[in-house]
């Protein structure tokens, strides 16, 4: 069984489109992540939630909501996409602070 | 804004070599993970040392963490294609949730 789990794999869209990556867990962890890792592999946090609430929210654009319907799943919507928000977007689980278990990654490419 | 420092950043060597990757920062960490993430794929956690001065093997690898927590080394003995990928330290500040990522090490292992 996949531990995290991310849709879809690939998304390629026009620059001013609106999307979701959707992310599931099923460790039954109490902390989902959202990360960024740009062209340069360089790993960036973008938001973190804990038990459904947001816990970390970094310096991104508000044109990125993460929704957590419930523990074991954390959506990501992007509104007016750019080109420069092309990257690989990874979600990842932890509980209570220990190791992160990784998605496969979304890479998203805007055109 | 904690900074973690790998070198080198990129790393081509022969089947059968020895290498050392480095992680350096200014911050102190209450501990330090070492991830691999192959290309497609996501980090995948290797170890996280806690205590100053730490070692910890796993098969092959070596992992040293400094006495001063504020460095990481990780060692590679006799080196396989195997091993080629992406290497990735990550600290933890205190009881935060959040882990600061490197700028990672590409590490290809040539047949």
């Given at each position: 069984?996949?531990?995290?789990?991310?849709?879809?794999?690939?998304?390629?869209?026009?620059?001013?489109?609106?999307?979701?990556?959707?992310?599931?867990?099923?460790?039954?962890?109490?902390?989902?992540y959202w990360y960024k890792q740009d062209s340069k592999k360089f790993l960036?946090?973008?938001?973190?939630?804990?038990?459904?609430?947001?816990?970390?929210?970094?310096?991104?654009?508000?044109?990125?909501?993460?929704?957590?319907?419930?523990?074991?799943?954390?959506?990501?919507?992007?509104?007016?996409?750019?080109?420069?928000?092309?990257?690989?977007?990874?979600?990842?689980?932890?509980?209570?602070?220990?190791?992160?278990?990784?998605?496969?990654?979304?890479?998203?490419?805007?055109? | 804004?904690?900074?973690?420092?790998?070198?080198?950043?990129?790393?081509?060597?022969?089947?059968?070599?020895?290498?050392?990757?480095?992680?350096?920062?200014?911050?102190?960490?209450?501990?330090?993970?070492?991830?691999?993430?192959?290309?497609?794929?996501?980090?995948?956690?290797?170890?996280?040392?806690?205590?100053?001065?730490?070692?910890?093997?796993?098969?092959?690898?070596?992992?040293?963490?400094?006495?001063?927590?504020?460095?990481?080394?990780?060692?590679?003995?006799?080196?396989?294609?195997?091993?080629?990928?992406?290497?990735?330290?990550?600290?933890?500040?205190?009881?935060?949730?959040?882990?600061?990522?490197?700028?990672?090490t590409q590490l290809t292992v040539l047949p």
């Amino acid at each position: 069984d996949t531990a995290v789990s991310q849709t879809p794999k690939y998304l390629v869209t026009q620059m001013g489109n609106d999307k979701s990556i959707k992310c599931e867990q099923n460790l039954g962890h109490d902390t989902m992540y959202w990360y960024k890792q740009d062209s340069k592999k360089f790993l960036k946090i973008m938001f973190s939630y804990n038990n459904k609430e947001l816990i970390i929210n970094e310096t991104v654009p508000n044109r990125f909501s993460p929704k957590s319907p419930d523990k074991a799943h954390l959506n990501l919507h992007i509104n007016s996409l750019e080109l420069g928000d092309s990257a690989v977007y990874f979600c990842a689980s932890s509980q209570a602070g220990t190791a992160q278990y990784f998605g496969p990654g979304t890479r998203l490419t805007v055109t | 804004t904690q900074l973690l420092e790998q070198s080198p950043q990129f790393l081509s060597i022969q089947e059968g070599e020895n290498l050392t990757v480095y992680c350096n920062s200014s911050s102190v960490f209450s501990s330090l993970q070492w991830y691999r993430q192959e290309p497609g794929e996501g980090p995948v956690l290797l170890v996280t040392v806690v205590t100053g001065g730490e070692v910890k093997k796993l098969k092959r690898l070596t992992f040293q963490f400094g006495d001063a927590r504020k460095d990481s080394s990780l060692h590679i003995t006799a080196a396989q294609p195997g091993d080629t990928g992406l290497y990735l330290c990550a600290g933890r500040s205190g009881s935060a949730r959040q882990l600061t990522f490197g700028s990672g090490t590409q590490l290809t292992v040539l047949p």
